[in-house]
């Protein structure tokens, strides 16, 4: 159990944070070094500007089965009337799949790639998929550092104007993804989002930095979890309408009666079929958005 307990050590201790009270002497003593590491690597992170990429949009003609690709007047009005949008992070904020990313970057990044196209898809229970990924690699609390020393992260094209333009209409703007916090708060930084609005899964270490498995306590961590926490979002915020995008089969759960008023597939990273057709918009391109919003 007392491995289990420093594990919680992976979330970098804030000394100004609200929660800090809950953690022990001996804990803030091994959390602060990491805190002061997350500070150097996100303040590098700051100056990121979206990166282009080799994966090009889908041609309409190969898109032309889809009915979707055009807003109708209920989508349009719910998307202008907005309180709240959340995000899935992985192939839509950013360009990449974080957990493929870090597996690559430890040598195993082929066979964690299979579990992830299986679980996008929605062949496999996500949390089975979590599990047997992080199985695969095991990473180190050192890994992981250098990991997000070495890779910094590859934001979408439009991503941080449509964050924009979302936040100068004063609707408020969530992360919520079945990756690791870890590697999504340096994302929330680049994007001007604050952490509090990060719903994900947690990496837990043991005292000597090992790899001792995730918390199963996030709702992210298993099927139907980004639709609970949606749903947790209204019931406290009492939203009275909710967007949530993606590209994702856990994604397109989050729309639901109490939780998400419809869902955008989007595809411009990876365009999953079974996915994009349940949509109630399929976009390409976030200035497809934008200009909605104008």
């Given amino acids: 159990?007392?491995?289990?307990?420093?594990?919680?050590?992976?979330?970098?201790y804030s000394p100004h944070s609200t929660t800090s009270r809950n953690y022990s002497p001996?804990?803030?003593?091994?959390?602060?070094?990491?805190?002061?590491?997350?500070?150097?690597?996100?303040?590098?992170?700051?100056?990121?500007t979206p990166v282009g990429t080799?994966?090009?949009?889908?041609?309409?003609?190969?898109?032309?089965?889809?009915?979707?690709?055009?807003?109708s007047k209920e989508v349009l009005e719910i998307w202008q009337n907005a309180d709240a949008v959340c995000f899935d992070v992985d192939s839509t904020v950013c360009l990449d799949e974080g957990i493929d990313e870090i597996a690559e970057f430890c040598g195993a990044g082929k066979a964690v790639a299979e579990w992830t196209a299986r679980a996008m898809g929605g062949s496999v229970p996500f949390e089975e998929a979590l599990a047997a990924r992080l199985s695969l690699f095991r990473p180190s609390l050192a890994q992981l550092q250098e990991y997000l020393e070495k890779r910094p992260p590859k934001i979408s094209p439009g991503i941080d104007e449509l964050i924009k333009t979302l936040k100068a209409k004063n609707t408020d703007v969530y992360l919520i993804s079945g990756g690791f916090r870890q590697m999504i708060h340096p994302v929330a930084l680049v994007l001007g989002i604050p952490v509090e609005n990060i719903?994900?899964?947690q990496?837990?270490?043991?005292?000597?930095?090992?790899f001792v498995g995730f918390d199963k306590n996030e709702p992210t961590s298993r099927s139907g979890g980004k639709a609970t926490a949606v749903e947790n979002l209204r019931k406290s915020h009492?939203?009275?309408k909710m967007v949530m995008i993606g590209d994702g089969a856990t994604d397109l759960e989050a729309r639901k009666p109490g939780g998400a008023d419809m869902f955008i597939c989007y595809g411009g990273v990876q365009h999953r079929e079974a996915v994009a057709a349940k949509a109630d918009w399929l976009v390409f391109h976030f200035r497809d958005l934008i200009k909605s919003l104008e």
């Fill in 26 to 48: 001996v804990l803030r003593a091994i959390s602060q070094p990491l805190f002061n590491s997350h500070l150097r690597l996100t303040s590098r992170f700051k100056s990121l």
């Fill in 1 to 12: 159990m007392e491995g289990l307990v420093n594990a919680r050590i992976i979330t970098p």
């Fill in 54 to 71: 080799s994966m090009q949009p889908m041609e309409a003609s190969s898109i032309s089965h889809f009915d979707n690709t055009l807003p």
């Fill in 238 to 240: 009492q939203y009275k």
């Fill in 199 to 201: 719903f994900a899964n």
């Fill in 203 to 210: 990496l837990l270490f043991g005292s000597s930095g090992e």
